[in-house]
């Protein structure tokens, strides 16, 4: 794939400003009408979906080069879908399918991806994961555990922490917390240890694709080698790669689902049973790569002849088919909570801020982003927001500090784990 075989959006896209906001029907008020954290950021009309079109369209006819500021305005994006989802719904665009382009482009132009994304590309090439930690403490957060060792004995289902629950001291008990109320429910689980590796997600979001597709396939690989039915994950980001882009790497002989919706089927079949009340307000957060990103990707290969029409047909994904009733099912059958929404939910959350590269590279950005979402939180009346994604809690919990709030950041696997 290239920028050329996009031409056709690039061209043809209208500049109607719909990427920049929540599609009409679902907005609730004013000041969250936006969809787009980086056009709020920057408030030009380069840092949008449509502005960027403009700037593919440019690189791809010669018409401007690779410079320092087109550089952040490619990268200046958490790559959240928000414009892609309200681009399905009134237009024919590949928002979020362009933007991957745009960073791949400056990858084989030898100008990406930025030196605030180098040290976690090469800890992921040296280690095995992002966070500059050698590969031997990946399993630290199981070490007290009595589980299945995957590479000595067989079972049905792997448990894939990912990098972050894995490392961060601060998240393990997320891990531990969804192993042992696996165990409970009677699953047959097992792990890996330090033969973990990362999903890879970090090198695709900066643009460098054969790095991807060495990691996922080594990944599919070994998993294949195992003979699990399902691989099982805490991690939004996880989920969403092994999810909508494993698929087109290798043939999977595996089901992949995220933690939540085991988690939901188990409430639901009565294996896991609620005995203890749990008195708090709670708002969830929907994570990009969990919600709208939580689609199976559309691997279409072929033309566009015209408005809705191609060659062979393609589905448009809307974002709508993600993870989204399995966390406010638990949420509403835990004894003791009180849930309520926030205004921009479901395909058309608001992003925290923490994606694409975006923490690492610009991190004012994210802190903006993230204080932005738990401002929206606030106004629900809640105590603590709810959600399941490492990125998601890790910069959530900064806009709450940076913003003097007393929001909890909490994870949903804790509080089942409270309530059983």
């Given at each position: 794939?290239?920028?050329?075989?996009?031409?056709?959006?690039?061209?043809?896209?209208?500049?109607?400003?719909?990427?920049?906001?929540?599609?009409?029907?679902?907005?609730?008020?004013?000041?969250?009408?936006?969809?787009?954290?980086?056009?709020?950021?920057?408030?030009?009309?380069?840092?949008?979906?449509?502005?960027?079109?403009?700037?593919a369209r440019a690189l791809l006819e010669g018409e401007i080069e690779?410079?320092?500021?087109?550089?952040?305005?490619?990268?200046?994006?958490?790559?959240?879908?928000?414009?892609?989802?309200?681009?399905?719904?009134?237009?024919?665009?590949?928002?979020?399918?362009?933007?991957?382009?745009?960073?791949?482009?400056?990858?084989?132009?030898?100008?990406?991806?930025?030196?605030?994304?180098?040290?976690?590309?090469?800890?992921?090439?040296?280690?095995?994961?992002?966070?500059?930690?050698?590969?031997?403490?990946?399993?630290?957060?199981?070490?007290?555990?009595?589980?299945?060792?995957?590479?000595?004995?067989?079972?049905?289902?792997?448990?894939?922490?990912?990098?972050?629950?894995?490392?961060?001291?601060?998240?393990?008990?997320?891990?531990?917390?969804?192993?042992?109320?696996?165990?409970?429910?009677?699953?047959?689980?097992?792990?890996?240890?330090?033969?973990?590796?990362?999903?890879?997600?970090?090198?695709?979001?900066?643009?460098?694709?054969?790095?991807?597709?060495?990691?996922?396939?080594?990944?599919?690989?070994?998993?294949?080698?195992?003979?699990?039915?399902?691989?099982?994950?805490?991690?939004?980001?996880?989920?969403?790669?092994?999810?909508?882009?494993?698929?087109?790497?290798?043939?999977?002989?595996?089901?992949?689902?995220?933690?939540?919706?085991?988690?939901?089927?188990?409430?639901?079949?009565?294996?896991?049973?609620?005995?203890?009340?749990?008195?708090?307000?709670?708002?969830?957060?929907?994570?990009?790569?969990?919600?709208?990103?939580?689609?199976?990707?559309?691997?279409?290969?072929?033309?566009?002849?015209?408005?809705?029409?191609?060659?062979?047909?393609?589905?448009?994904?809307?974002?709508?088919?993600?993870?989204?009733?399995?966390?406010?099912?638990?949420?509403?059958?835990?004894?003791?909570?009180?849930?309520?929404?926030?205004?921009?939910?479901?395909?058309?959350?608001?992003?925290?801020?923490?994606?694409?590269?975006?923490?690492?590279?610009?991190?004012?950005?994210?802190?903006?982003?993230?204080?932005?979402?738990?401002?929206?939180?606030?106004?629900?009346?809640?105590?603590?927001?709810?959600?399941s994604c490492p990125w998601c809690e890790l910069n959530l919990a900064?806009?709450?500090?940076?913003?003097?709030?007393?929001?909890?950041?909490?994870?949903?696997?804790?509080?089942?784990?409270?309530?059983?």
């Amino acid at each position: 794939m290239s920028l050329e075989k996009y031409r056709w959006d690039l061209v043809n896209c209208e500049r109607c400003s719909m990427c920049k906001w929540v599609h009409p029907w679902s907005v609730k008020s004013h000041d969250r009408a936006r969809i787009c954290p980086s056009m709020q950021e920057y408030l030009y009309d380069a840092y949008s979906a449509q502005g960027r079109f403009d700037v593919a369209r440019a690189l791809l006819e010669g018409e401007i080069e690779l410079t320092d500021k087109v550089l952040e305005v490619i990268y200046a994006c958490t790559l959240c879908g928000g414009c892609d989802v309200t681009c399905k719904f009134t237009r024919d665009m590949e928002p979020l399918e362009v933007l991957h382009e745009l960073r791949k482009y400056a990858v084989e132009q030898g100008k990406g991806p930025l030196p605030g994304h180098m040290p976690a590309v090469d800890s992921i090439r040296k280690n095995g994961n992002p966070w500059l930690q050698p590969k031997t403490r990946r399993a630290h957060w199981a070490r007290n555990l009595k589980v299945k060792d995957l590479n000595k004995e067989k079972a049905e289902v792997l448990y894939f922490a990912g990098c972050t629950y894995s490392y961060n001291a601060n998240l393990q008990n997320v891990a531990r917390a969804t192993l042992r109320i696996l165990q409970s429910a009677g699953i047959d689980v097992g792990i890996l240890g330090n033969n973990d590796a990362c999903c890879a997600s970090p090198v695709l979001k900066v643009g460098m694709d054969e790095m991807f597709f060495e990691h996922a396939r080594s990944n599919v690989k070994l998993f294949n080698s195992l003979g699990v039915k399902k691989v099982i994950t805490s991690c939004a980001g996880c989920y969403g790669i092994f999810q909508g882009h494993y698929p087109g790497v290798e043939t999977m002989n595996y089901e992949v689902v995220h933690s939540v919706n085991l988690l939901d089927q188990l409430i639901r079949e009565g294996k896991l049973k609620f005995k203890n009340k749990v008195p708090m307000k709670v708002t969830w957060h929907d994570p990009c790569h969990l919600g709208r990103g939580g689609e199976k990707e559309d691997l279409w290969e072929g033309e566009r002849l015209k408005w809705g029409l191609s060659d062979p047909p393609r589905q448009r994904n809307f974002g709508s088919n993600g993870v989204f009733d399995a966390p406010r099912n638990i949420l509403q059958a835990i004894p003791g909570i009180e849930f309520t929404e926030m205004e921009r939910i479901r395909e058309f959350s608001w992003c925290c801020g923490a994606g694409g590269g975006v923490k690492s590279a610009f991190p004012e950005f994210a802190l903006h982003s993230a204080q932005e979402r738990i401002a929206e939180a606030t106004d629900t009346g809640a105590e603590a927001v709810v959600t399941s994604c490492p990125w998601c809690e890790l910069n959530l919990a900064d806009g709450a500090a940076a913003s003097d709030s007393a929001l909890k950041i909490v994870s949903l696997v804790e509080l089942i784990e409270k309530a059983l």
